[in-house]
């Protein structure tokens, strides 16, 4: 009788190498690539005889019909598991794969470092005005130095919403490297965890009234779609700055580009965006206090590494019947232990 196996499916390429290169240490676990060359019933025929599912977390890139749905999954009775290829996990309606016994999982913390990193680099651009002073050097409008004077970041108040593992290291980085007093508004943190983590916990209206940078870290969810708008940008001290790495939709790109015009906003730190690339004539890539990227905050080398080994993790440990780690939906686990145990060999 054949020895059970774990069949793990993708579409086209994974996040990094890392992940085949942990994979293949597993022999239970057998990877089965993908391509949309292959075409929807080629696809949704490999999916079928997979238990997991690692799927790309950027709804741009991977399109509607293999995003993680309730018709999706009513195609695919063998799956255990999916896991997305970052943090976020946008492609993924995780209540239903609650509803269905599916175990979700995301590589959390993978790619803080480069995030973190890129958010800072982002506050620095900013209140040393580089946008605008290259975009009038470029004009010929340069002569005169002082009309581009900047501010510097040491001692500053930042306002970090969402101090997960990104903005946790985003405030490790500006206490230690920079003396700055750190505020973060997070509902899922208590005082004295927000404490530990190097920052004061405060309400959205008094972190947005204090701060000089707002910097935002939290997941697009219910609850935060649209947090950042016109009474948000208002509510903001005169002059402030305002980056966000987290994901698209969370602030009003109209209301934004508001506030900036109005000079209400001193700049913008913009890596993520309502879609993803951002059309070439968008208003607020042409802003000369907007600094603009593609949602690359957390693509490095190193990072990319990370989430791919954490990612191979996951389904070792969905392959073995172990914990779970970086689980999104922890209430899943009695129903994915029950389908775990009535699995059928391969």
Not at 66 to 80: E, F, M
Not at 151 to 158: F, P, S, W, Y
Not at 194 to 201: E, L, N, P, Y
Request: hydrophobic share 45%; proline share 6%; glycine share 10%.
């Amino acid at each position: 009788m054949s020895t059970p196996r774990f069949r793990v499916g993708y579409l086209d390429r994974p996040m990094h190498h890392s992940f085949l290169d942990a994979m293949a240490t597993a022999p239970e676990l057998e990877v089965v690539r993908l391509t949309l060359a292959d075409g929807a019933d080629r696809i949704l025929a490999g999916l079928a005889e997979c238990q997991g599912y690692y799927v790309q977390a950027a709804r741009d890139e991977l399109p509607l019909a293999w995003h993680v749905t309730p018709a999706l999954l009513a195609a695919l009775p063998r799956l255990r598991a999916v896991s997305s290829y970052g943090a976020g996990y946008d492609t993924i309606d995780v209540p239903a794969c609650t509803a269905a016994g599916i175990a979700v999982l995301n590589q959390a913390g993978g790619n803080a470092e480069g995030v973190a990193e890129h958010a800072v680099g982002m506050m620095l651009t900013l209140l040393k005005r580089m946008p605008e002073a290259a975009h009038a050097m470029r004009a010929g409008g340069a002569a005169d130095r002082g009309a581009f004077m900047g501010r510097e970041l040491a001692g500053r108040t930042v306002g970090l919403v969402g101090l997960g593992h990104v903005g946790r290291r985003v405030a490790e980085v500006l206490r230690l490297a920079f003396g700055c007093r750190v505020l973060a508004c997070d509902p899922y943190l208590s005082a004295t965890d927000c404490d530990a983590r190097g920052a004061t916990k405060v309400e959205l209206p008094e972190l947005l009234a204090a701060a000089d940078i707002v910097s935002v870290h939290c997941p697009l969810e219910a609850a935060t779609r649209g947090l950042f708008g016109a009474e948000s940008f208002a509510t903001m001290r005169p002059g402030a700055i305002f980056v966000t790495t987290a994901r698209g939709h969370i602030h009003d790109e109209a209301a934004l580009l508001a506030a900036l015009q109005s000079g209400h906003i001193a700049g913008a730190g913009l890596d993520v965006w309502e879609q993803e690339p951002p059309p070439a004539d968008h208003p607020l890539l042409t802003h000369p206090c907007v600094v603009a990227t593609p949602h690359t905050a957390g693509v490095t080398q190193e990072s990319r590494a990370r989430v791919g080994r954490f990612a191979a993790e996951g389904f070792i440990a969905a392959a073995r019947g172990e914990a779970l780690p970086r689980l999104v939906n922890p209430e899943v686990l009695p129903a994915y232990r029950q389908r775990w145990a009535q699995r059928a060999p391969a």
